[in-house]
């Protein structure tokens, strides 16, 4: 089976229309996972038989509103969902920040290639230490995170902004990534900081898991926790024996 994982930040106007045709096509093309639609942009986890998922994800990506769309795929033996859902919420990950609005402006990003160079040397381009920020979760960091990154005792992304404030002073003359599973909490993050008063933030683009089909392991410890029944993934994107990665 294949699997894609991929959302973008646009505005969309309707949403339960938009909700209602994805619902359709993917019920045709006999694809389980979750879809979230909001007005803020898309966000996806599903899984099928490979050419149906590839000409459905070729078909969302001819709509020019998700043409710009970075999708990352994954192989397993079996499908990792039980059914599918598709949603419509206020936001496609819940932020709860007025006025971060990442379809009209987002933090710079880094590339996993440029961000590789910079663990190895510890600091950025500009000399700058370099402080791995991660905006996941604690069950999730349990799994595994980059090396000497900056976890935060959090249960949910919405405690991010008071658990970070603690740090502001510390990270006043380093340079800030944030990083997370796809992407999508990262560009909030990022968003919210730079927004918010911290300077030198930047985002890893696409997350963990770019960074896994980029790179690989260099600099990260452990597996990527991932939300199916696969649980983790190691970095060969490959799903982690139980008790392994933890």
Same mark, same amino acid.
């Given at each position: 089976m294949l699997n894609v994982a991929a959302y973008h930040f646009v505005p969309i106007e309707q949403p339960d229309a938009l909700a209602a045709a994805l619902r359709a096509s993917a019920e045709s093309a006999h694809l389980l996972g979750t879809v979230i639609v909001a007005r803020e942009g898309i966000n996806l986890f599903l899984s099928g038989p490979d050419a149906a998922l590839r000409g459905w994800m070729d078909l969302l990506k001819d709509d020019p509103r998700f043409a710009p769309m970075h999708v990352k795929f994954s192989d397993s033996e079996r499908r990792p969902f039980r059914k599918l859902l598709v949603k419509v919420k206020p936001e496609i990950i819940s932020f709860r920040q007025f006025g971060i609005e990442p379809g009209k402006a987002r933090a710079p990003s880094v590339t996993?290639?440029?961000?590789?160079?910079?663990?190895?040397?510890?600091?950025?381009?500009?000399? !700058?230490? +370099?402080?791995? #920020?991660?905006?996941?979760?604690?069950q999730e960091v349990s799994h595994g995170t980059f090396e000497r990154a900056l976890t935060l005792p959090i249960g949910k992304f919405t405690d991010l902004p008071e658990?970070?404030?603690?740090?502001?002073?510390?990270?006043?003359?380093?340079?800030?990534?944030?990083?997370c599973t796809g992407g999508i909490r990262c560009e909030k993050a990022a968003l919210w900081m730079q927004n918010s008063g911290? !300077?030198? +933030?930047?985002? #890893?683009?696409?997350?963990?898991?770019?960074?896994?089909?980029?790179?690989?392991?260099?600099?990260?410890?452990?597996?990527?926790?991932?939300f199916d029944e696969r649980v983790a993934l190691d970095p060969q994107l490959q799903p982690v024996a139980a008790g392994q990665g933890e």
């Open positions: 996993p290639e440029k961000l590789a160079a910079w663990i190895a040397n510890r600091r950025d381009d500009d000399g !700058r230490y +370099v402080v791995l #920020l991660d905006t996941r979760n604690m658990a970070l404030e603690q740090y502001r002073e510390a990270l006043r003359d380093k340079t800030v990534v944030t990083f911290f !300077r030198n +933030v930047f985002q #890893l683009q696409g997350g963990i898991l770019n960074y896994f089909e980029q790179v690989g392991a260099q600099g990260y410890a452990g597996a990527c926790f991932v």
